[in-house]
């Protein structure tokens, strides 16, 4: 069992936009604004798309932004592309030793 | 640019062992501790251990305990993972993650190994 709860799947059609939740504990997401997200492809490593709750690295596009509202964080991907069809994983900095927990993940189906 | 690269798949026999290589380059090695991550055939992310290079310092998953070792080598800018008393449960890909300190994620991951336990 994960830490932080996501859906198991979500799906949208092209150009719509869509919500991933991820919800936590005050040890981790409410506790601490450094929530990530991760794309990853079949076949491929995780791909970090949000750090720091609502950041972006270099080279993400715009359409993918993030919130957070006490124990849980969401993801927002906008305008969806097929090529965004992947599985999302949410993490958390947290208290515990670990200092890393992860989501179960969600599979984003484009429509 | 920063760049993780992990070793070769492995196939391994029930109640042996295996040891996977993460080769850094790109950066100063000691400033980032590196994580390791599994996932397992269609599942997700499992959280397994992290090391300090500066100090080798390790903190690894309870469930891991005893089964795993994780050491660094700074003269050659790579950290190993090395898990025991494998069973049929350790097939999966194993990752190795860079933890960024003033992020707190990780922000640059290895390519992945397979690892495959099979009689």
């Known amino acids: 069992q994960s830490a932080l709860t996501q859906p198991a799947s979500v799906s949208g059609s092209p150009g719509q936009s869509i919500t991933i939740s991820c919800t936590g504990s005050?040890?981790?997401?409410?506790?601490?604004?450094?929530v990530s997200w991760y794309q990853q492809k079949p076949g491929k490593a995780p791909k970090l798309v949000i750090y720091?709750?609502?950041n972006r690295p270099s080279g993400v596009s715009n359409r993918f932004s993030g919130s957070k509202s006490g124990i849980t964080a969401s993801l927002t991907i906008s305008g969806l592309q097929a090529e965004d069809e992947a599985d999302y994983y949410c993490?958390?900095?947290?208290?515990?030793?670990?200092?890393?927990?992860f989501g179960g993940g969600t599979r984003l189906t484009v429509l | 640019q920063v760049q993780l690269v992990q070793s070769g798949a492995e196939l391994k026999k029930p109640g042996a062992s295996v040891k996977v290589s993460c080769t850094t380059s790109g950066y100063t090695f000691n400033d980032y501790y590196m994580h390791w991550v599994r996932q397992a055939p269609g599942q997700g992310l499992e959280w397994m251990g992290r090391i300090n290079p500066k100090s080798g310092g390790t903190y690894k998953a309870q469930k891991f305990q005893g089964r795993i070792t994780l050491t660094s080598e700074p003269s050659i800018n790579t950290h190993y993972m090395e898990l025991t008393t494998l069973t049929s449960d350790d097939t999966a890909i194993y990752y190795c993650?860079?933890?960024?300190?003033?992020?707190?994620?990780?922000?640059?991951w290895g390519q992945g190994t397979l690892v495959t336990v099979s009689s």
């Open positions: 993650a860079r933890w960024d300190t003033s992020l707190l994620t990780g922000d640059y």
């Open positions: 720091g709750v609502n």
């Open positions: 993490s958390s900095y947290t208290t515990y030793s670990s200092n890393w927990v």
């Open positions: 005050n040890t981790d997401i409410g506790g601490y604004d450094y």
